[in-house]
């Protein structure tokens, strides 16, 4: 299989990757961290409106580009080099896949257009507080009322749903367990009833809140697909998102790599550049293998997510096990040869390291995601 990228598409990481420059720097993200929302208004905005990145995979009848998740991956793995601080994963990976998947044209016309031009932020709200890994395991309920629909419980880790405008909500008929009874409801976040909050996490470029529905009023005309396609929408939408999210980790894993070997040159220690010593030679090494080993996982799991392969559940967990792991690694050793002023605010490889240990536990830890592949394989 040829894991490399066309004309085109290196293009576009081209495009993606001299904007960041310019505009997701060490200090920007910084600043952007510090702000009330977590990113940058602005530049949210050019990378919906002026280039476009928000529509990568939205059809261009709604708006978009009409690329698909390679062309995303390729994105998501430039956007982890530089930290973006956007509701990019949550609006265009969670949400935007999602209604893409389940959503019918109406919806689709509805929503699709301006999601593609970044003007609002959408994302999904599946998790809950004491529950597993499980994206079927909650217990937030749809309960039936005449033409419309009761939503009752509350969900937390909802990634920028302090910001979002727009919620897609897992829910499940009251009583039903497992596959049967889910359903996702496209929720404004300006509905009366729903109420949310702010949560503290490690990684500060990427905002969680929790949301509570309380006696939320939807009509049956917000469900996306029909009764009983939410539990097989739910999934594929967090595989797809897990691939999307690998391949950021291995933007992230590749920068740590870059900034040890850039000071591995520049700091010196007994007369000479410290990037002459065998351990450090040692540990950019093994950082090497597992940037590349974990890209090469991210990029099999994109083949499969494009090729709408049967293998995509267990590409998706073989990619975010490894992909996890690697820029953990990675983030730790940066922090290692750096020494002490790698976790020092001045510093990249401290919100490197929070960025790996946030996301390593985002859709799923590496143990969950072993558990499942051995499942798949009846092991």
């Known amino acids: 299989m040829n894991f490399a990228f066309t004309e085109e598409q290196e293009d576009l990481r081209e495009a993606a990757r001299a904007f960041l420059a310019d505009h997701s720097s060490g200090e920007q993200v910084r600043h952007a961290m510090e702000t009330e929302h977590g990113f940058d208004p602005d530049v949210w905005k050019r990378v919906g409106a002026e280039l476009g990145f928000c529509g990568v ?28 601080c956007a509701p990019f994963f949550s609006t265009v990976c969670l949400a935007g896949t999602a209604l893409r998947i389940g959503g019918d044209e109406a919806q689709k016309q509805e929503h699709l257009p301006a999601l593609a031009a970044g003007q609002k932020i959408a994302t999904l709200a599946h998790s809950e507080a004491g529950r597993g890994f499980d994206p079927l395991d909650f217990g937030c309920t749809a309960e039936p009322d005449g033409a419309d629909f009761r939503l009752r419980g509350t969900k937390r880790y909802v990634i920028d749903g302090g910001v979002a405008e727009l919620l897609i909500v897992a829910a499940r008929a009251p009583g039903s367990d497992g596959e049967a009874g889910v359903s996702l409801f496209l929720v404004s976040a300006g509905s009366e009833g729903v109420t949310r909050r702010p949560l503290a996490s490690m990684d500060q470029t990427r905002r969680q809140a929790e949301i509570r529905f309380d006696d939320v009023r939807v009509p049956a005309s917000a469900r996306l697909g029909g009764e009983g396609q939410g539990a097989d929408i739910l999934c594929r939408t967090l595989d797809l ?48 293998l597992r940037v590349e080993s974990a890209r090469s ?3 099999y799991a994109a083949c499969a997510a494009a090729d709408d392969a049967t293998e995509l559940p267990r590409a998706a967990s073989l ?54 592949i051995a499942r798949e394989l009846a092991l």
């Open 297 to 299: 996982a991210a990029y």
């Open 319 to 372: 990619a975010k096990v490894y992909c996890s792991e690697a820029y953990f690694a990675c983030a730790g050793e940066a922090i290692q040869i750096h020494g002490g002023v790698g976790f020092t605010w001045e510093y990249d490889p401290h919100v490197h390291f929070k960025r790996a240990q946030g996301s390593s536990v985002l859709l799923g830890d590496p143990a969950y995601h072993r558990e499942r």
């Open 241 to 288: 998102a897990a691939v999307a999210l690998a391949a950021e980790q291995v933007g992230g894993a590749q920068r740590c790599l870059d900034l040890s070997v850039a000071y591995a040159k520049e700091r010196e220690q007994f007369g000479r550049p410290i990037g002459s010593f065998q351990a450090i030679k040692h540990k950019c090494a093994d950082m090497m």
């Open 57 to 84: 995979t939205v059809p261009e009848k709604h708006g978009g580009i009409g690329l698909g998740s390679v062309e995303l991956t390729g994105l998501m793995e430039v956007m982890g080099e530089h930290l973006l």
